[in-house]
């Protein structure tokens, strides 16, 4: 039927997110993936199908904001310092990939459809791009985003969103419209690419940093999320304004901010909005995918797709294995970088608008790309054996490079201190976390990298590397740690061993049952330090110290154990040395009574 009149975002969110959430939990069930749930949902609620919603082209310039925020996230794994070692992928594979695979799929239009040059070109070049939207969040869902074979893609995926501004001028100078003959040429658009990445930089270093600081001394968490959404928003609407990539800007935002305290919080923060608005994006695709079309030209359509998949692959394998890569990590990435992606369908936008294809091509090349993007979880479910190194004895899988935490130390106080620096003096790799801003910055100029956040929340410790953590240590004052929260820390992170400083018995006493490998009392442990210099000072044997120290501890143990089990104070009040009781002991020691 058709959608009879324009609703409300409101009124159109009901089906569109009703129908994800159906269609994604069915095709994860079955192993497909969420991307083509979300591709299924969108053509189903589309106008070609049951036209529940309408407005597809306007609902993904909002979704479009998903993909920003993706690369917004991406950004702030990847300091300046990764990215200059990553350059010889990022601008030699990425190069090779981008002209070789644009060229070939343009050669291949050109035969197969009989256009003009130009013609192939406006639409080969944009199918040489893969998807953004698609490949980070299998590569994240794999946990191989941070591996050697992730990086590498990463860098393909990365020169691809580079390549956006010269691909705009490339259609741009062959455009037939009059009207585009009046905008800046390409050498214009390029200094405009290289003012806003400078200017992005400064701001990020000179505003943003201030900005998220001021935020963080007033402890509220809602305006990082105000503050987040706007770096990502402020930047992409700068680079889109000028003509250039708007996912572009977000990520060299990340990338600003990278290095600086607050980007756990930030990952935290932004993330939920993130995975809203990607599956949104796809969910629009799905929508504008012209199931007419498809329909009129099925073997042309499909014969395109396969093709294009099949070159795709074969190159970027080839690309792979000239750069070193093995054999099945290069067929790995040929098949994982298959598919059309998003920014396809906005240079065949361009290119309608330049004159150089008709609006009907434009839809069915866009069917195209959006065939060869739901066949990507296929394809990796089917060649999963081919793509996969057998194992080798005494073989180092391809791990995450060790940039994450094998401890996680939330609270740089003087506790946290101590804990952190022994750990670091034994070669353990450490991430700390605490909330005072104050704080952070003077552990900065000791050379200490201290992260901003609230270490008891299970998605802030997560984006901290909890979840390949072997530590999780709570060192942070007050009582802020009780059974509930260690079990929710334990339930997310099961593989980490969990410890937490307690100041008293009360506060051991709140952990009751909790899954804890050790609690440490710090009023007790220094006291008796204090305790055993005392009685040296005083003459007391070495051998009666020790003798004293364990029985002190026996008891104490004894008396928390009751007084866990009772939740009174008072239990075992018995165990407590007296004066009375220590000097009938005394005398009976001495064979006085």
């Not at 893969?130 to 992730?150: E, H, I, K, M, Y």
């Not at 552990?443 to 997560?462: C, H, Q, S, W």
Request: proline share 4%; net charge neutral; with cysteine.
């Amino acid at each position: 039927m058709e959608h009879a009149a324009e609703g409300s975002l409101l009124v159109d969110a009901v089906p569109m997110l009703g129908f994800a959430l159906a269609f994604v939990l069915l095709f994860r069930r079955l192993g497909l993936g969420a991307t083509l749930g979300f591709l299924v949902a969108g053509a189903m609620v589309g106008p070609h199908v049951l036209g529940l919603v309408g407005d597809a082209e306007g609902k993904m310039g909002i979704a479009e904001l998903g993909i920003a925020l993706l690369l917004f996230l991406v950004g702030l794994e990847l300091s300046p310092t990764r990215l200059w070692q990553m350059r010889r992928d990022i601008f030699g594979l990425g190069l090779l990939q981008v002209t070789l695979c644009g060229l070939a799929i343009a050669g291949l239009v050109w035969l197969v459809t009989g256009s003009t040059l130009a013609a192939a070109l406006a639409l080969g070049l944009p199918m040489g791009l893969s998807s953004t939207a698609q490949v980070l969040p299998l590569l994240q869902s794999a946990g191989r985003l941070r591996t050697p074979f992730g990086e590498r893609a990463f860098a393909i995926l990365l020169f691809q969103d580079l390549s956006i501004v010269p691909l705009i001028t490339i259609v741009a100078a062959m455009s037939r419209n009059p009207a585009d003959q009046a905008g800046p040429p390409g050498w214009l658009l390029g200094l405009y690419t290289i003012a806003a990445i400078v200017g992005l930089v400064l701001a990020g270093r000179f505003l943003l940093r201030p900005l998220f600081r001021l935020i963080g001394n007033l402890d509220e968490r809602e305006m990082f999320v105000f503050a987040g959404l706007l770096t990502v928003i402020a930047s992409a609407a700068v680079m889109e304004a000028l003509g250039l990539s708007a996912a572009l800007g977000a990520f060299i935002a990340g990338v600003m901010l990278a290095d600086s305290p607050f980007r756990h919080e930030l990952e935290a923060d932004v993330e939920p909005f993130r995975a809203i608005l990607l599956g949104l994006f796809f969910v629009a695709v799905g929508m504008t995918l012209d199931l007419h079309a498809i329909a009129e030209r099925p073997f042309f359509v499909a014969g395109m797709a396969l093709a294009l998949i099949a070159t795709k692959a074969a190159l970027i394998m080839g690309l792979g294995l000239l750069f070193g890569m093995k054999t099945r990590g290069a067929f790995a990435l040929g098949v994982l970088l298959s598919q059309g992606g998003e920014f396809g369908f906005v240079l065949f936008a361009q290119a309608q608008k330049a004159l150089l294809i008709e609006p009907q091509a434009a839809s069915v090349f866009s069917a195209i790309v959006t065939v060869s993007m739901a066949t990507t979880p296929f394809l990796m479910m089917a060649t999963r054996r081919l793509r996969t190194e057998p194992p080798k004895a005494g073989a180092v899988p391809d791990g995450p490079r060790q940039e994450g935490a094998n401890a996680v130390v939330v609270g740089y106080g003087r506790f946290g201190q101590t804990v952190a620096q022994m750990l670091i003096a034994q070669g353990i790799p450490v991430t700390i976390i605490d909330r005072d801003v104050e704080m952070i910055e003077t552990a900065g100029t000791f050379g200490m990298k201290v992260y901003y956040g609230d270490g008891t929340r299970i998605d802030l410790l997560r984006q901290a590397g909890a979840g390949d953590a072997e530590l999780i240590l709570f060192c942070q004052d007050g009582d802020a740690m009780d059974t509930a929260v260690v079990e929710g820390v334990h339930g997310a992170f099961p593989k980490a061993s969990i410890f937490v400083r307690a100041y008293d018995r009360r506060s051991v006493m709140k952990l009751k049952g909790a899954p804890v490998a050790g609690v440490v009392r710090e009023v007790m442990e220094s006291a008796v330090v204090m305790a055993r210099r005392a009685m040296d000072a005083v003459g007391v044997d070495g051998a009666e110290i020790d003798k004293t120290e364990a029985e002190y501890r026996r008891r104490d143990i004894a008396r928390l154990k009751q007084q866990k089990e009772t939740g009174d104070l008072y239990a075992g009040r018995d165990g407590i040395f007296s004066q009375g009781a220590a000097a009938a002991a005394a005398g009976m020691d001495r064979g006085d009574g």
